[in-house]
């Protein structure tokens, strides 16, 4: 652990003061990954990911019960609080910080497919904004599994239980942001693409998301379906219409590779091109989500490729947009 710490701390220390590159919400060129499932068998440490320029937001999976409070992260972490079930992660938490200190945002992700989560009630929901708060965000707890490290955000893929009580939910959570001192905290939703979403679309029509993941995979709208059966569209008429922030991002989710979904997957010059359509013609375009870091960024190149056409083909929008 003490190896864990000192490596990471001397990386930090290295790149202080020259940081070239921080996320940017208002972009369409985010790269956003999910991390703590190793579901490619295995993961690189947190920090590893966040050495470079090629991810943009870091989502932690997943806080896979609640509210009884459970994490997982898939054998990152082993460790937990005394006479307790709850993971303890200094190491983690140190990768948090330094990607924090390289410009990433880090979110905690609630939910996922497998997992026993949700609210009975809208008061049930609000007071566990309140621990969400106090045991990953800005708050005080005795038990805080990132220790000091404050996360910027919470994500919401919910794929099972109850749709009661994420309204409440999110407004608590934005009221405690009101009161954070000033740092800018995020709210991110990651629904399937079938619109209405079965478990997150009165949610997303009645509260503010600032980015919205959504998931174009594992499903018959997905990125093999395009162009004729992938729908886009209609999120961003969604995004214009309906949802309360007008500016919320619409992020492209996709596989990493052939084994992170059962369907949806294509490969990285594909999806470039099919970003590089979006972007032309929705301003609601925010980037790419891809799940996860472990099949995007393993042995092959295709969550790189990703990144860098993303990065490049924002650069030329706006060189255009300049000239005009």
Known sequence: ??????????????????????FDPSSSSNFV???????????KPLADYCKDAT?????????FQFPNTMLDLSASCRTTFPNSQLLHCPDVAT??????????AVLLSMGGAAGAYGFSSDAQAQAYADTVWDVFLAGNSTQ????????????LDIEGGSTMGYTAFIAQLRTRFAAGGGKRFYITGAPQCPFPDAMLGSTLNSAWFDMVFVQF???????????SGFNYDTWDQWAKTQAPNKDVKIYIGAPGSQSAASRGYVDASTLNAIVGDVRS????????????ASQ????????????????????????RRRRR
């Open 55 to 63: 991810v943009d937001v870091i989502a932690l999976s997943f806080l």
């Open 217 to 227: 995979y594992n499903n018959y709208c997905g990125l093999d379906a395009y162009p």
């Open 296 to 319: 995007a960024m393993g042995a092959s190149t295709w969550g790189q490729s990703v990144s860098s056409s993303l990065k490049a083909g924002s650069a030329k929008t706006q060189a």
């Open 33 to 43: 990954v999910y991390w703590g499932q190793s579901s490619a068998g295995s993961q």
């Open 281 to 292: 013609k929705y301003t609601s375009l925010g980037g790419v989500m891809t799940w996860d």
């Open 95 to 104: 990768d948090i910080k330094y990607c924090q200190s390289q410009g990433k």
């Open 1 to 22: 652990m003490f190896v864990h710490h000192f490596l990471v701390l001397a990386a930090w220390l290295a790149t202080a003061g020259v940081l070239t590159w921080a």
């Open 144 to 155: 805080r599994p990132f220790d000091d490290a404050v996360l910027d955000g919470v994500d």
